[in-house]
């Protein structure tokens, strides 16, 4: 049995962490288990926590980067490989303080994946900090994995992207999972109360660049237009509160679902007329490659990786102009099936957990 470690920071909601539980789910776990390090345990980051369990891994929890502890971070993860030498593989998902504990994997001989999810770390002081310290990634790091094109070229340039150490991983999905459903959409449409109207749809958490604010200006000039449309909107976050007061300022509160955190994405996919999506920056945002698998419109910033351009369904618009916005919205939106493209685009999930588990297996027969 190989035991790959996934530092994943949280095991709340979010796309690196949609990205590894969807990997997880769809290898062979009598063969292969992973496990998690954590440095979040609060109820907010412990989504998945009960599931993962459930499929046979174990949950560590290790301190976390606060500016001051490098020395800790290292002592802790040296401490860890001591006792725990079954690890071969490390495959980190968190950037902004790796490259304090992968040298220390590496002395314990172990073998290690860096993974970027992203394509910025913001701005401010904070941000400048982590990029200094994710400098060194390319150089420490046995494999150098991203999500999209974007991601690696932020996090590693260029040069190292045409190494033999880079792989392109784009995030899998669960194609028969998330494909419409009719009776989905009948059920989930009366649970909410929204049958009859037109769904603007959203998935995704309540953060700064997730654009929430611009979303809510552009539905509430659509339902100007459009009255009997309402905007469901998926997902928790440190910015719920302000969304749901911007809702109310732009007078549109009663017409707008906040649903939190939910376990039945795709019916709620299938409940949805026209997917939104206007990101200020994406690294690869699983989300939408869900919504194509769903047949959804998605009409989506121009800011997001043109690696989720993977069939007709994806529209791209610039996010300076709400109006605009509304009037893409109140097209004409038929579904289309384009699982075909999906598929050719490398996104089946069941595809990437063959090669992420062919990738596990080749690295930890190397650190032996």
Same mark, same amino acid.
């Given at each position: ?19 590894? $539980?969807? %990997? !997880? ?6 063969? /292969? ?9 609060? *109820?907010?980051? &412990?989504?998945?926590?009960?599931? =993962? ?47 304090? !504990? ?25 941000? /400048?900090?982590?990029?200094? /310290? ?28 045409? &190494? ?14 998330? &494909? ?7 059920? $989930? ?13 959203? =998935? ?22 459009? *009255?009997?449309?309402? $905007?469901?909107? =998926? ?22 679902? /906040? ?25 690869? *945002? ?32 610039? %996010? ?17 099936? =384009?699982?075909?493209? %999906? ?8 595809? &990437? ?16």
């Amino acid at each position: 049995m190989i035991r790959v470690l996934q530092m994943i920071g949280s095991l709340g909601v979010g796309g690196s962490q949609t990205m590894i $539980l969807n %990997i !997880y789910r769809n290898i062979d776990r009598s063969k /292969m288990q992973f496990d998690f390090v954590v440095d979040h345990t609060d *109820p907010y980051h &412990s989504y998945f926590v009960e599931e =993962v369990k459930a499929m046979g891994a174990k949950v560590y929890t290790m301190p976390g980067f606060n500016g001051a502890n490098a020395a800790e971070i290292k002592r802790e993860w040296n401490n860890f490989f001591y006792l725990h030498p079954e690890y071969k593989v490390l495959h980190s998902h968190v950037r902004s303080y790796a490259s304090l !504990y992968l040298p220390v994997a590496k002395k314990h001989g172990v073998k290690t994946i860096i993974h970027s999810h992203s394509t910025s770390n913001g701005t401010g002081a904070m941000a /400048m900090a982590k990029n200094a /310290m994710q400098y060194p990634l390319k150089k420490q790091a046995d494999i150098l994995m991203a999500c999209s094109t974007e991601a690696g070229r932020w996090l590693y340039g260029d040069k190292a992207m045409k &190494s033999d150490k880079y792989i392109l991983m784009p995030n899998g999905v669960d194609l028969e999972r998330f &494909s419409y459903s009719d009776e989905a959409r009948k059920r $989930l449409r009366k649970e909410l109360g929204i049958e009859g109207k037109f769904v603007v749809g959203h =998935v995704g958490r309540y953060l700064p660049d997730k654009n929430h604010a611009f979303l809510l200006e552009a539905f509430a000039k659509l339902h100007e237009k459009q *009255p009997n449309s309402v $905007l469901l909107l =998926v997902g928790e976050g440190g910015a719920q509160l302000e969304a749901a007061q911007k809702a109310v300022k732009l007078g549109i509160a009663e017409h707008v679902i /906040m649903t939190g955190n939910r376990s039945d994405v795709p019916e709620l996919l299938s409940a949805m007329d026209i997917f939104a999506f206007p990101s200020i920056r994406e690294g690869l *945002p699983m989300t939408l490659i869900e919504a194509q698998a769903n047949g959804l419109t998605c009409l989506i910033s121009d800011r997001i990786s043109p690696d989720v351009d993977i069939s007709p369904l994806i529209k791209r618009m610039p %996010i300076d102009d709400a109006e605009r916005w509304a009037w893409e919205m109140l097209g004409e939106h038929k579904r289309q099936d =384009v699982k075909d493209d %999906i598929r050719k685009a490398g996104f089946d999930v069941k595809e &990437s957990a063959k090669k992420m588990a062919e990738l596990y297996r080749k690295l930890h027969k190397e650190a032996k």
